[in-house]
Every structure is written in C-alpha cells, then in structure tokens.
C-alpha cells in the first residue's frame, strides 16, 4: 500500500460531518493515472441519506471522468481496520477488478488488506444483469 494513499485517506478523515455517531470515515483511491480520489462521509440527520466515504471517492473520481480504480484505502476510528459498507463494496466492484487492493487503516496504523473480490464474493455485475433481463411479456 502507497503510504501517499493512506495519508490522503487520513487527511481527508478530518473533514467528514459525523454529528450524529461520530464515526468519521475516510477513503482514497488511485486510478492508473495516478490520480488521487478522496471522500469522506457525510451524515445527515435523516438516516439513512447520508454518504459514505467511498462513494464520495467514486463520485469525485468519475466527475473527473475516470472510471477504473487500482488501489484503495480507507482510514476508520476504533481498534481495528474496518471494511466498507456492503453498498460501497458493490459501488468498489463496479470500478476495480477483483484482485485490487482495499487496505483498510485505523486511526492508530493498524492495518488490513484484501482484495474487492474477497470483501465481496459474487458480486453482482453485468453478466448477472443480462442474464437476468427479460421483456414483461415472458
């Protein structure tokens, strides 16, 4: 893991709006430009509408107009790295292959690697999708 990554991942922690569970959640992925993508997490008194960090990497990244993530980090509070949200590991497998690599931080260093692939067995993806597409008259 590029320790550029986890710093941006870290830095860009300080900034999420975690009023309500002060959970405050950072992420940071590269694409093969190089670039970095950073989002942190962004609650809302409503629940469930606020944003996860990861999706703001992903939403920061495609409004940059990239599309293919090559490594990820995800910096959490607590006393041992945490993964991402079910819904951030489908929005990880939507952009980044199986064997990319999610390095998950805590706030102390401690740290986790796996691959998209091993946070999310059976994504579900294109091929489920046309598998699965039907007109309403069958």
């Known amino acids: 893991m590029s320790t550029d990554l986890i710093l941006a991942a870290t830095a860009v922690r300080a900034k999420a709006y975690a009023p309500y569970s002060n959970f405050h959640v950072g992420a940071a992925l590269r694409t ?32 940059a107009g990239e599309y293919t993530i090559v490594e990820v980090a995800v910096v959490a509070g607590g ?47 294109l091929e489920h999708l046309n598998a699965g597409a039907t007109t309403l008259d069958n």
């Open 32 to 63: 093969p430009s190089g670039a970095i993508f950073v989002g942190c997490n962004v609650e809302n008194v409503a629940y469930p509408e606020g944003t996860c960090a990861e999706a703001g990497a992903i939403a920061a990244m495609c409004a």
């Open 79 to 125: 006393n041992r790295p945490v993964p991402p949200c079910g819904g951030c590991r489908q929005k990880l497998s939507e952009f980044a292959t199986g064997d990319i690599a999610v390095t998950m931080v805590t706030a102390d260093g401690a740290q986790e690697t796996m691959g998209v692939a091993d946070l999310l067995p059976g994504a579900f993806d």
